[in-house]
Structure formats: structure tokens, C-alpha cells
């Protein structure tokens, strides 16, 4: 059910996080669950893939990956810090070596001018202290499309994690 590049991808994050005995966690949003799907397809997955956190609500992003309800109160769930707030407390909340965060608007609903449907905020964070934001504007080209690209950056933001 994944498909063909994303599960390309997750072999290749796996593949990378195992070369440097690594564990990871996703914490996810609009995403609801993929970017976790996409990598627990991969047969063997779990010696790496310790646990998704999906934090659909802002109630959910508080209470499981600790971001503060003033950060969501003052910049939005969609928000490129709320992005980093995720990752870094997926990283915290998991004990794990990096994890990856997304949170927008994938629509059909939902979009404002300031915050187009589309519009995904990405973090991954490591235990070290790395970070690396991305900002990604789709366009308003569907649902599912919206989720699929967001699911390959999120993927290659892992990968990248694995590299430094």
C-alpha cells in the first residue's frame, strides 16, 4: 500500500540509520501516520523505527511531544516552529537518535491567505543538537498529493540526518 518511492526511500533511511546503530521516531500531523507507515512497511524496520507520535490536535502536540500551548497559541500548529518544538520532542519523548516532525495544510480545507493549503512545515532534530527546518509550498494540488510529497521530504530529511 506504500508507495514505490517512498518505500525506495524508507529502505534507504533504514539502511543508513543501521549503518550508525541509530534508532528514530516521527512525529506527524498532517501526515497522519504515513511517514511511520512508509518506514514500518520496510520489512525489519523495527530495530530502527522505535515509535510515531501522530499529534493531529494541538492538545496531542502538547501532551506527547511537549510543545508549549504559547508557542501554538502565538505562532499556529502550521508553523515552522511548532515544527521544531515536534521534533525536538519526539527526540526527548522517544530517547532516540533523530526523529522528523510535519505539520500544514494538506486541504482540501482549511487554508487561509497566510497559511495556503499546501503550505508544510518540516523539522528533523537530532540528539546532538542538529536541526534542519524545511519549508515546503505545494500548491493546492489535493489531499493525498499534498501528504505523498510531504512523506518524501520527510524521508529525505532523515536521510540527510543519517549523513552529518
Known amino acids: ?3 514505490v518511492d517512498a518505500y525506495a526511500r524508507a529502505e534507504a533511511v533504514l539502511a543508513a540509520f543501521r549503518a550508525r546503530g541509530w534508532t528514530l521516531a516521527t512525529a506527524e500531523s498532517c501526515t497522519g501516520g504515513l ?3 512508509s518506514l514500518t512497511a520496510v520489512p525489519g524496520s523495527s530495530d530502527v523505527v522505535d515509535r510515531g507520535f501522530v499529534t493531529y490536535s494541538n492538545a496531542a502536540k502538547t501532551a506527547l511531544l511537549g510543545v ?3 508557542l501554538l497559541a502565538a ?4 508553523s515552522a516552529e511548532t515544527a521544531r518544538a515536534m521534533a525536538e520532542g519526539a527526540c526527548r519523548a522517544a530517547g532516540v537518535d533523530a526523529a522528523v516532525a510535519i505539520t500544514g495544510v494538506a486541504g ?7 497559511k495556503p493549503v499546501g503550505l508544510v512545515h518540516f523539522a528533523c532534530a537530532r540528539r546532538d543538537g542538529w536541526l534542519m527546518p524545511l519549508e515546503r ?3 493546492d494540488l489535493g489531499r493525498d498529493e499534498v501528504r505523498h510529497r510531504a512523506v518524501l521530504d520527510a524521508l529525505d530529511l532523515l ?6
Open 1 to 3: 500500500m506504500i508507495a
Open 35 to 37: 511517514v511511520a507507515g
Open 68 to 70: 508549549p500551548e504559547a
Open 75 to 78: 505562532r499556529g500548529a502550521v
Open 108 to 114: 482540501p480545507g482549511g487554508g487561509s491567505a497566510e
Open 137 to 139: 509550498r505545494y500548491g
Open 159 to 164: 536521510a540527510a540526518a543519517a549523513k552529518d
